[in-house]
Nanobody, 123 residues
Framework: QVQLVESGGGLVQAGGSLRLSCAAS????????TGWFRQAPGKEREFVAA????????YYADSVKGRFTISRDNAKNTVYLQMNSLKPEDTAVYSC????????????????WGQGTQVTISS
């Protein structure tokens, strides 16, 4: 079992930045690929970014490429999502996920989820 707890969400103006954190506990975190997904009201959950267990491979949704950066610190059992140049359309609940094996872009490939953190971008 892996437990995931997100933090760092909040309300910022368009153009601003936020850094989300996902703290993991339980199994050996460095064995798990991790990802971030988001869900806006009335919309389906969508992939944001994913990173391999070692941190050597990263994937991004086209909508966030160049603005968001996923990283991890296995010594601290934590994954980060640095979000810059935020837009109102980035408003959503952001959730951290984990899976054994390679990172994926599909939500149902992940077995462990945090409860999410709200990100709201004002125009």
């Amino acid at each position: 079992q892996v437990q995931l707890v997100e933090s760092g969400g909040g309300l910022v103006q368009a153009g601003g930045s936020l850094r989300l954190s996902c703290a993991a506990s339980g199994r050996t975190f460095s064995d798990y690929a991790t990802g971030w997904f988001r869900q806006a009201p009335g919309k389906e959950r969508e992939f944001v970014a994913a990173i391999s267990a070692s941190g050597g491979t990263r994937y991004y949704a086209d909508s966030v490429k160049g603005r968001f950066t996923i990283s991890r610190d296995n010594a601290k059992n934590t994954v980060y999502l640095q979000m810059n140049s935020l837009k109102p359309e980035d408003t959503a609940v952001y959730s951290c996920t984990a899976r054994l094996g390679v990172p994926r872009r599909v939500a149902n490939e992940y077995g462990y989820w945090g409860q999410g953190t709200q990100v709201t971008i004002s125009s």
